[in-house]
Nanobody
Framework: QVQLVESGGGLVQAGGSLRLSCAAS????????MGWFRQAPGKEREFVAV?????SYADSVKGRFSISRDNAKNTVYLQMNNLKPEDTAVYYC???????????????????WGQGTQVTVSS
């Protein structure tokens, strides 16, 4: 069993930065591909980024967001720079015990989800 706990959300002005963290319990963190998703009010949850062997990103955040992981700390990070009001959402981390899983697929199913952290970007 893996538990995921996100932190680092908050209120920031457009153009600002935030770093989200997702701490995972359990001793097999390194065996999981980790990703970030977000859900804005009235919208579907959408893929943001994934790190398996390397990072990949949704087009909407490419060049502004960076995903990384520290297996020694059982933590995955999402560095968000040049934030825009349209980045406002609840951000969730997800874990999947398959490095070949396509996190960007609408059919993606995570093994575990965090509870989410709110990010609000004011204009």
């Amino acid at each position: 069993q893996v538990q995921l706990v996100e932190s680092g959300g908050g209120l920031v002005q457009a153009g600002g930065s935030l770093r989200l963290s997702c701490a995972a319990s359990g001793r097999t963190f390194s065996n999981y591909a980790m990703g970030w998703f977000r859900q804005a009010p009235g919208k579907e949850r959408e893929f943001v980024a994934v790190i398996n062997w390397s990072g990949s990103y949704a087009d909407s955040v490419k060049g502004r967001f960076s995903i990384s992981r520290d297996n020694a700390k059982n933590t995955v990070y999402l560095q968000m720079n040049n934030l825009k009001p349209e980045d406002t959402a609840v951000y969730y981390c997800a874990a999947r015990r398959s490095f070949s899983s396509d996190f960007s697929s609408p059919m993606f199913v995570a093994d575990y989800w965090g509870q989410g952290t709110q990010v609000t970007v004011s204009s």
